[in-house]
């Protein structure tokens, strides 16, 4: 069943629009990540889910209902901000139940939910504390608390992690994802951390402005990128490019860059040479190939250990990349070395559009 | 190092016991002054203690003037005119930090400019208008005038306090359940209380003291305010300063109570709202 669906929405701040079309459906119970880079509208888009911001054309619904002009508070939602937004003058356990109180729930029930939700996030012993009192993680774990504590029918999380230290980061997105798992409550999480929506979602809605990119899974769009626009954004260290034409001749098909270097490809149908492409391959799926008198030609220009893996800077022709490799090299800044990578592993764009190109091997 | 860190301080309290000095000064003549017998307060040369405290001063001015009713009065005006000045300029405030609308710059400039002309200047045109409406001589036109002179001041204090709390506050608590307006008193005003009290404070003050104002709007015994009461004490054959003084301590009371009562919010509340900027 789909819990919340967008169907062509868009938004405009008077003559400016800044969403133009939005359309994906969320199942029941699914953790959606809305990735993209800082402007790309995926805040804005969330707050139109909540109702803090209008809907300019286009229908959301949550459920069944069309909520386009319902006010947030009747959008049966909950909503975790980035500063958290908790009450300062109200304790953790007037926060957490408050949203009850609104409701008019009577106050021994209030209570009981408010020390269910507790419980869960074990914040039972902080609940008669202020949060001036509270450190920043407390303080993420009682805006969690307040979002759970009323059983909505859909959490929205927007960049809820950002103002913690990285470690703190990592645990934080551990519970939130555990959390989610228990209540089975579909969730839509605004990140522009690609690794925290890789890591947490079931399925990523990567934005690029105001326009939905590529909406899958995270692993597909790893292993199969759209456009050269997620292909850079999904992945770390970022997939490396380079702009060449695709060309054929006894030894095979190849991209041959602007500077004359021939990059690898799997026999390509006729129609398709002399297509102006960009090659791209992750930089974990390249392995050196010293002694492969076919294998790319290199010179290192950077190394950097980091003792379970290697990042080593190249340069192909006048091209910078990066390759990542597992094992510990004796590689220096300016040997000379050659790389290669599986034709499967390569993935083309269309240099005019940025749009992939599936070509159809030859076998 | 602790010697050199407190050689400053100290030089800090003597100035700042210097300048309570120079300001207790007055009030503490004025207070002495009224205690004295009556043959006392005139004599020359002057004596700063009295040969003996009494409240013979206090005792004329309550029983045999009209100035209970004085300061009944201007405790109803003052009251009355600094809680609706507060609750207009609150939402006018609120307004004015949340929404962006045309004219609103213009409207802030304007609201700044009325609060820039002198009292003086205008009380001609208040007086014809308050004969014109039926307000002359009335609680009601007193009231009106006050709120509509404390209105811009607090506007543009309290707008700065509702712009420094975070609007994700009142977002959350639209998701929460609350109407905006609901949100606003629930979450808001609770958080701008500091600020409130502090334009609370001010706008009171400027009420208890006016003297023009009060002076040319109410002119029977029964609608006299306090300003006007001190200053009947001055008459063509006289000052009686031992009355004078007695007034002006009982007049000081309300200030001095609420000061003591609502100091912490005052210094937080005018801190606050000039860091914001």
Known sequence: MTALSLDRVRKSFRSLEVMHGVSFDIEDGAFVALVGPSGCGKSTLLRMIAGLETVTSGEIRIGERVVNDLPPKDRDISMVFQNYALYPHKTVAENMGFALKMRGVAATEIEAHVARAADILGLTPLLGRFPRELSGGQRQRVAMGRAIVRDPQVFLFDEPLSNLDAKLRVQMRGEIKALQRRLCTTTVYVTHDQIEAMTMADKIVVMRDGRVEQVGRPLDLYDRPDNLFVAGFIGSPAMNFVAGRIGADDAGSHVTTDDGVRLPLSRTPAPFVGHRVVWGVRPEHFALAAADPVAIPVTVTGVEPTGSETLVAVRVGAASMTVLLRDRTGLNVGDASRITVSPRLIHLFDEATGDRLDIPPLS | ?277
């Open chain 2, 1 to 277: 190092m602790a010697a050199s860190d407190r050689r400053p301080r100290y030089g800090l309290l003597l100035i700042s016991v210097l300048a309570c000095l120079f300001a207790a000064a007055p009030i503490v003549w004025g207070v002495l002054t009224a205690l004295k017998p009556a043959a006392e307060v005139v004599s020359y040369p002057p004596n700063l203690m009295p040969s003996r405290f009494t409240l013979e001063s206090f005792r004329q001015v309550w029983s045999d003037s009209n100035f209970p009713t004085y300061f009944r009065n201007s405790l109803l005006v003052t009251g009355i005119a600094t809680l609706t000045s507060l609750v207009v300029a609150v939402h006018a405030a609120y307004g004015l930090a949340r929404f962006d609308f045309t004219g609103k710059t213009s409207l802030m400039l304007g609201l700044l400019a009325t609060s820039m002309i002198p009292g003086i200047a205008i009380l001609v045109p208040l007086y014809n208008l308050s004969i014109h409406t039926g307000l002359y001589n009335t609680f009601t036109g007193l009231v009106i005038v006050y709120t509509a002179w404390n209105i811009p001041l607090l506007v543009w204090l309290l707008k700065g306090f509702f712009e420094s709390v975070p609007v994700e506050l009142e977002e959350a608590a639209m998701i929460d359940g609350c109407s905006r307006m609901r949100a606003f008193y629930t979450i808001v005003l609770p958080m701008a209380r500091p600020g409130m009290l502090a334009g609370a404070i001010m706008a009171m003050m400027f009420v208890w003291n006016d003297f023009l104002i009060g002076f040319t709007l109410a002119v029977t015994e029964d609608k006299r305010l306090i300003p006007y009461g001190l200053y009947s004490f001055i008459s063509n054959i006289g000052v009686d300063w031992g009355q004078l003084m007695a007034a002006t301590v009982i007049s000081l009371v309300p200030v001095v109570i609420a000061f003591l009562l609502l100091q912490k919010w005052l210094v937080q509340g005018l801190m606050a709202g000039a860091v914001k900027g």
